[in-house]
């Protein structure tokens, strides 16, 4: 289908050529520095578009048996298996798909390492530097008394026997090369004589190294001067900086009103459609959003403060208006719920040749059959 007014809202829509762009700057990064990339799944499991995605990147990374599963049976390429903590009644099933394990814990290792060398998958540690770039409590790996990682270098030296890599997370959304260079370099000071006895570290995601400026080929060379000095195989695991800006949320005007103020009420939820943005108490973003009408955008759930934002267009919104919320893949398809029951925006593709495709539509059944 060409005309995508034909769809009915709500849709999520991904655009290929969009991705594309984010997918040829992960390609360059990789060529230039010799570091791999691992799509992290948390951020995007969409996987009509792997396709794709598969030929500019090396594989996955996971925070669950499912995620790890997911990586393997539908993007293929390189498995990396990491949860907070892993189950009894899982950790065999992890392995089953994972070419390396990276626990987030020493507890966790002393517990499954016999098992993972069983399998003969590859063992990691997440190390946690205590620096991170996260401007929100919510999402700081550094945050006082965080689980995520090991934090005590006398602890992680005496373990250094059994794993062969690091992971380390602590950007979030960093779009700034001075600051994710000054962290890394904080990274080699603490751990410096650990980092010549791994194989691989993982600097994990959070790098918004495919926006608009950010300085690609400083960033590749800081990679690459990392890897040699330490002899390390590097990988990255962008979620964000690989969808980014590849998606929106199609949706349509249901009711207006004026409350002090001029409403829209669209077919859409925030708290159902893009939760992520009710939890870090985030705007949507619209394009344009300049005209002389001010409007605030409302889902239709019973939540008082269901809001997308305010916004401004050329025209009065008129019932069955089409809106475009922008920005619509990260941390978003992958939260999506059905509170209130309101309808789950189908998935739809632009394929490269510009026709649309709907991949995936949700109904009745799909809203029952997620309870019983
Ligand atoms: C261990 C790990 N790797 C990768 C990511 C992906 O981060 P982002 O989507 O910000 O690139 C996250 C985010 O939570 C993470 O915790
Ligand atoms: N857009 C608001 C901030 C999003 C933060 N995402 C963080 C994802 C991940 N859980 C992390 O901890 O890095």
Redesign the pocket.
């Known amino acids: 289908m060409n005309d995508r007014s034909n769809l009915q809202t709500p849709y999520y829509l991904i655009d290929k050529e969009k991705l594309l762009r984010n997918m040829e700057v992960i390609a360059k990064v990789r060529e230039k520095s010799g570091a791999k990339a691992l799509l992290a799944l ?2 995007f499991a969409t996987w009509s578009v792997f396709d794709l995605m598969r030929q500019y990147m090396d594989g996955t990374t996971s925070s669950s048996l499912y995620e790890a599963r997911l990586g393997r049976e539908k993007f293929g390429g390189e498995t990396h298996a990491y949860s907070v903590a892993y189950a009894e009644n899982e950790i065999d099933e992890v392995l089953a798909q994972a070419d390396k394990i990276i626990f987030n814990s020493i507890g966790q290792l002393a517990r499954f390492s016999a098992r993972a060398r069983a399998h003969g998958v590859r063992q990691g540690l997440r190390v946690n530097p205590g620096v991170s770039s ?1 401007g ?1 409590t919510l ?1 700081d ?1 550094a945050r006082p008394f965080s689980r995520l990682g090991e934090w005590d270098v006398e602890k992680v030296e005496a373990v250094m026997g059994q794993i062969s890599g690091f992971m380390i ?1 602590n950007n ?2 960093n779009a700034d090369f001075a600051l994710f260079d000054d962290m890394l370099g904080q990274i080699e000071g603490r751990y410096g004589a650990l980092l010549q006895r791994l194989d691989w570290i993982s600097l994990g ?2 790098i918004h190294f495919t926006g608009e400026g950010y300085p690609v080929e400083a960033f590749a060379e800081r990679l690459k001067a990392f890897a040699d000095r330490h002899g390390v195989q590097i990988y990255l695991e962008p ?1 964000e900086a690989a969808i980014t800006n590849s998606t929106t949320l199609e949706v349509t005007v249901l009711d207006t009103m004026f409350n002090g103020k001029n409403l829209a009420i669209v077919d859409s939820s925030i708290e159902a459609h893009m939760l ?1 943005l009710l939890i ?1 108490r ?1 705007n949507a973003k619209m394009k344009p959003n300049d005209g002389a009408h001010f409007y605030e955008i409302c889902g239709k759930s019973c939540l008082a403060g269901d809001i997308f934002g305010e916004f401004s267009f050329e025209n009065p919104l008129q019932v069955g208006d089409r809106l475009s919320f922008e920005d619509a893949a990260g ?1 978003t398809m992958v939260k999506k719920n059905w509170f209130n029951g309101v309808k789950m925006p189908s998935i739809a593709v632009r394929q490269l040749d510009g026709t649309v495709d709907v991949v995936r539509e949700f109904g009745f059944d799909d809203f029952a059959g997620n309870l019983s």
């Open positions: 948390k951020c996260s929100f999402a790996p997370h979030c959304e995601g959070g979620g992520d870090y985030q941390y």
